[in-house]
């Protein structure tokens, strides 16, 4: 919990918004702006480190702005709160099972954003009714089975570096020349993380590599 306290004495939750667009990304921070409980965390370079992270997937659910902060010693992973455009597909249940500690639409009310701040503060999970159920059959939105955690599909070196790279959110040419690889198979790697990470795009490999500790927060 945030030790960050308001002019009152209260405690403050400090807050960093990740987004694929800066006008959803303002809108968020406004939204975050009008509780006087949270405090905006500018970014990576900021020396507070965030007590809850916002993530907007985007509307076609990719990993938006560079998220390599300084991972905080001896404290669980920072919580997640995830807005997605479809709810009722695999993206919801795959989020929560990457870790997410709240899954939100995206068109979701500022009151409810900020109660799912809040919630996942506190360490508790915040989602729609439907997904809930769904979780709790261990079914995935679409009521197909959702797979097993195979928790021995350890990442090789080569992907974790590329997991990183995603989480700093470079795309596939970008990656190549920086590891000095061709796009191809910066592609083929992407294909092997996503299937040992239980993920079907960079948002929800990041996801999983931010609970597991592959990507350093």
Do not use: F, W
Not at 40 to 60: C, K, M, N, R, T
Not at 72 to 90: F, I, K, S, Y
Not at 124 to 142: E, N, Q
């Amino acid at each position: 919990m945030a030790t960050t306290l308001s002019r009152n004495g209260g405690v403050v939750i400090r807050v960093l918004i990740v987004s694929p667009t800066s006008g959803t990304r303002r809108a968020l921070e406004h939204v975050v702006a009008r509780d006087p409980g949270l405090a905006l965390v500018a970014g990576a370079d900021s020396p507070e480190s965030p007590d809850v992270i916002v993530l907007d997937s985007g509307p076609e659910s990719h990993l938006p702005l560079p998220m390599r902060l300084e991972r905080r010693p001896n404290r669980d992973p920072t919580p997640v709160v995830v807005l997605l455009d479809d709810l009722d597909g695999e993206a919801g249940a795959r989020a929560l099972r990457a870790g997410a500690r709240a899954v939100l639409p995206r068109h979701a009310s500022p009151e409810e954003i900020r109660a799912a701040v809040r919630a996942a503060a506190a360490g508790l999970a915040s989602l729609p009714a439907a997904l809930a159920t769904a979780v709790l059959d261990d079914r995935s939105g679409d009521g197909t089975r959702a797979p097993a955690d195979n928790g021995d599909r350890t990442l090789t070196p080569r992907e974790r570096e590329i997991l990183t790279l995603l989480g700093e959110g470079l795309v596939n040419k970008e990656i190549g020349v920086r590891l000095g690889i061709s796009e191809h198979t910066v592609k083929t790697h992407l294909a092997a993380i996503y299937e040992k990470l239980g993920a079907s795009n960079r948002a929800e490999a990041v996801a999983t590599g931010l609970r597991r500790g592959l990507v350093m927060l």
